[in-house]
């Protein structure tokens, strides 16, 4: 399948990205994702061409504006369009407002003509934008927002314009309160855009960090070096570039030459620079803060680690938590229902007050002061911010969903190698027994060479050697160790105690060699502890979270390990598949997010509540987890943990809000309490209220 990715103008909240996700479903179009925060809009083409003109034009049916398809670059605009609005309709409302201030003695303005002509232009600017919008939303039978809007300012201008055509005198004019409505609502929209951008200014931060020269090495006709300045969008895997201090690693490359302190707070969230030499591998984003270096390119454009965060970012944004569905429920029948409210607002207000302008002006204080915007952008608001400085801080979320179901974790489950351990292991002890040590190395190099697994890597380190066996068979058994067969039939196992069958009961080593079901000797590993792992279990058992060590390393080292750390509770020996069962059980009991290696343990991973991969920042991690701590970042788990209650806490504050704000709202204005040129002011905003609380999120302490 092709993934399109469109830029949409217009989106106010979440009420309008659940109507072109709608439209798009119905068009066939698979897996849509769309943001109303940004305007982003992806879906998936299965197969057949895509018809862009015609779902182009079903977007801006809707009433909405498509910037930009696949293949185009969106126009910039030189100033937010809602504010542009503002700015040209004010003057006008200004003036037809001074005419409310008598002891002005401005007498021309008192004349029914001279306000309609002021009025006239804030009115059709309002209507080529409300308007528009209301009845094409109306058209395709999902009314929004902008219908409330057209519905109160037309009912006013109508209302003047009737009274002016038929010289019914001054108490018929109420041109200033349709300018009015019409110029807030703008100033309304405008804030609301600024307040929202800010949400996503993490996100840009990354974005912006991916354009940057780079120098690249080439070679002229003898053969000598010759350093281009080149954009790094033209860098191809192969290429060599020359970094220096105080530059900015322009994609992902290896190390060639050189040694340098290198930041990678951008995309780790760490300020402490970190020390990197040849064949180490730098992420683009970087930025050398000592040191010269020459490295190659080994990821350029959309294949880097920073593009993989961003459409990782982007995506977890454009998707909905189970919390928004409440919401989403709630908008898509709110603009019906506050019509109706307006509607009876002005029959029983008219039956009661015997008067046809107080009631018709209560019940377009109900049309605008309602706001199911603060509804939709409650929940998208706290997700956009959540997910930014998630990112910012190094902790990756595929998906929002993960970003609320921390919210309900009372158990963590941690493997052991290279998750509570640095997973650099190193030789502290071995036995040969009847064979020469050197032929013990020799076979064990020979087999170990042939496994991913951090042991298995330290011992071929270590024991590198030139006479290699030469297998006729061999297999890497999943939680038991390598097992092969030379030329002449003999069987041979490197593994954990499970590989010996006889001639040793206990497991006391770390791996153990045999040669047909004869001990060969044994090998014993030790594992640095995480510095960091002591305070984040602290943090947990202070939380009252529940912990848990669930390895596939013998019982003894785990138990040790445990105590040492404070763990509730060890589960050792364990093979993946068995790992994968008794994660079943635990989550089945109580949510549980599990921590490991994101590769070997991914089916566990999997199966918890939250799934955290504590890889490295590749492709591979970033999906077999619903959360990646990049770097190795144990010490990130109380930010991401204490980061999904906040951001949960935040939605429901801004739901709360939201609610609140319509349920107090609207019969205030039934009662005549409001009017509606204070109404639109206040629904502007009640929107602005919701970005700030969400902003929040940034500077809030949560871990």
Wanted: glycine content about 8%; hydrophobic content about 45%.
């Amino acid at each position: 399948m092709e993934t399109i990715k469109w830029k949409i103008e217009g989106m106010t909240c979440s009420h309008c990205a659940l109507t072109i996700s709608n439209f798009l479903q119905k068009e066939g179009l698979k897996n849509v994702r769309v943001n109303p925060l940004d305007g982003q809009v992806s879906f998936e083409v299965d197969g057949k061409p895509l018809q862009e003109k015609k779902i182009s034009n079903g977007i801006e049916a809707l009433g909405y504006k498509v910037l930009s398809t696949s293949g185009e670059s969106a126009e910039k605009m030189p100033i937010n369009p809602h504010l542009r609005r503002f700015l040209t309709c004010l003057p006008f409302t200004l003036v037809l407002m001074l005419h409310m201030f008598p002891a002005l003695e401005i007498h021309w303005l008192m004349n029914p003509w001279a306000q309609l002509i002021l009025c006239l232009p804030v009115y059709f600017i309002g209507m080529k934008y409300f308007g528009r919008s209301a009845i094409k939303s109306l058209r395709n039978g999902l009314p929004n927002m902008n219908v409330l809007i057209a519905l109160g300012a037309t009912a006013a201008f109508a209302y003047s314009l009737t009274g002016t055509l038929l010289k019914l005198g001054e108490n018929y004019l109420f041109y200033e309160t349709a300018a009015t409505i019409i110029t807030l609502v703008f100033l309304g929209n405008a804030m609301e855009d600024a307040s929202v951008s800010s949400t996503q200014r993490a996100l840009r931060s990354l974005a912006k960090s991916q354009r940057v020269m780079a120098n690249m090495i080439a070679f002229d006709e003898h053969h000598h070096e010759v350093i281009l300045p080149i954009d790094n969008a033209h860098l191809k895997v192969g290429d060599l570039v020359l970094v220096k201090t105080g530059e900015q690693v322009p994609t992902d490359v290896k190390i060639l030459w050189g040694e340098a302190s290198v930041s990678e707070a951008l995309i780790t969230g760490e300020s402490t620079p970190v020390h990197k030499k040849a064949k180490d591998k730098l992420i683009g984003g970087s930025l050398v803060i000592d040191g010269t270096l020459k490295a190659q390119v080994i990821a350029a454009g959309d294949d880097t680690v920073l593009s993989g965060i961003l459409r990782l970012v982007e995506r977890a944004q454009g998707e909905k938590p189970p919390v928004q569905k409440m919401a989403d429920k709630i908008s898509a029948i709110f603009v019906p229902a506050v019509v109706s409210i307006a509607l009876v607002t002005f029959v029983v207000n008219y039956f009661i007050l015997d008067s046809f302008t107080p009631a018709l002006m209560r019940s377009i204080a109900v049309l605008v002061i309602a706001c199911p915007c603060a509804m939709g952008l409650a929940t998208p608001a706290a997700i956009a911010v959540g997910l930014g400085r998630a990112a910012k801080n190094g902790i990756l979320f595929r998906n929002a969903t993960s970003l609320e179901n921390f919210k309900d974790i009372q158990q963590v489950v941690f493997d052991k190698t290279g998750t509570l351990t640095t997973g650099e292991f190193i030789i502290t002890h071995f036995y040969a027994a009847n064979i020469e040590e050197s032929e013990l190395k020799n076979i064990a190099y020979s087999l170990e060479k042939y496994s991913n697994h951090p042991i298995a890597k330290t011992i071929t380190i270590a024991w590198k050697g030139k006479n290699e066996i030469r297998w006729q068979k061999i297999e890497e058994v999943k939680g038991i160790g390598m097992h092969a067969w030379d030329k002449d039939g003999n069987e041979y196992w490197a593994g954990s105690h499970k590989s010996i069958r006889e001639g040793h009961t206990q497991d006391l080593h770390s791996v153990y060699i045999s040669r047909n079901n004869i001990l060969l000797g044994w090998i014993d590993v030790a594992d640095e502890v995480r510095p960091e792992a002591k305070a984040v279990v602290d943090f947990l058992r202070h939380k009252k979270i529940r912990t848990v060590l669930l390895s596939g390393d013998r019982y003894a080292p785990c138990k040790k390990l445990a105590d040492e750390l404070g763990i509730d509770d060890v589960i050792a020996g364990q093979t993946p598949e068995e790992k994968l069962s008794k994660i079943t059980e635990l989550t089945s009991k109580t949510p549980t997010a599990m921590v490991g290696d994101g590769i070997n343990d991914a089916p566990a991973l999997a199966k918890a509540t939250i799934g955290i991969s504590m890889s490295d920042a590749t492709q591979l991690a970033m999906q077999t987890a619903q959360v990646v701590l990049m770097n190795h970042g144990l010490g990130k788990l109380p930010t991401a943990l204490g980061l999904g209650k906040h951001t949960y806490r935040t939605i429901k504050q801004n739901l709360f809000w939201a609610f609140a704000y319509n349920i107090v709202a609207i019969p205030v204005a039934a009662f005549g309490f409001l009017t509606p040129t204070f109404g639109a002011l206040v629904m502007g905003l009640s929107d602005v209220v919701l970005g700030l609380n969400s902003v929040r999120l940034f500077v809030k302490r949560v871990a």
